[in-house]
């Protein structure tokens, strides 16, 4: 028995023969390490190009956002043009303006939530202050102090409420 023990013998693929010589192996060393950089290289440029398309789509995503808000800017432009008019029809501009931002909002996905009367709910609203509020439930909106925008998953802000607190 010898102390030296034999590495297990490699198995090969059906209907190969070994290689004979030193010469075929490094052939195949050579052909495997070229596939193995091309793949890598492909991984890399995989890469490269979808950081490039997240960013393009970014980017074209941010455009339309922002021409969203053009007709507002436009009527604010157009607003402060007649600034010396009736102020009557100054504040029937500002709140058409006010209209129109609140319709972009909600077509960006973020509509408007400024509802009184409702239930407290934390993960829609934002406790401004705790009010006596006799004959209203404890825990009922009573005053919206800030409209909040968006829903559930998307939301930008909170709405800013006024809550009636339990009798004392």
């Not at 102020?87 to 609140?102: F, K, N």
């Not at 406790?127 to 998953?153: F, H, I, Q």
């Amino acid at each position: 028995m010898t102390s030296a023990r034999r590495p297990p013998p490699v198995e090969q693929p059906a209907g190969a023969e070994p290689p004979d010589e030193p010469a075929a192996l490094a052939d195949r060393i050579e052909e495997v390490t070229a596939r193995w950089r091309q793949a890598l290289a492909d991984l890399d440029n995989q890469r490269k190009r979808c950081a490039r398309e997240v960013e393009q789509e970014r980017e074209a995503e941010r455009a339309r956002a922002a021409a969203a808000w053009l007709p507002v800017l436009d009527h604010l432009e157009l607003a402060l043009a007649h600034a010396g008019a009736d102020p009557e029809s100054i504040l029937t501009g500002v709140r058409a303006v006010r209209d129109q931002a609140v319709d972009v909002l909600a077509r960006l996905g973020y509509p408007r939530h400024d509802e009184v009367g409702v239930p407290f709910d934390p993960a829609r609203h934002d406790v401004v202050s705790l009010v006596d509020e006799p004959g209203k439930p404890p825990g009922t909106v009573v005053a919206v102090v800030r409209p909040g925008y968006g829903d559930a998953g998307r939301q930008l802000r909170p709405v800013g409420v006024a809550v009636s607190k339990p009798s004392e």
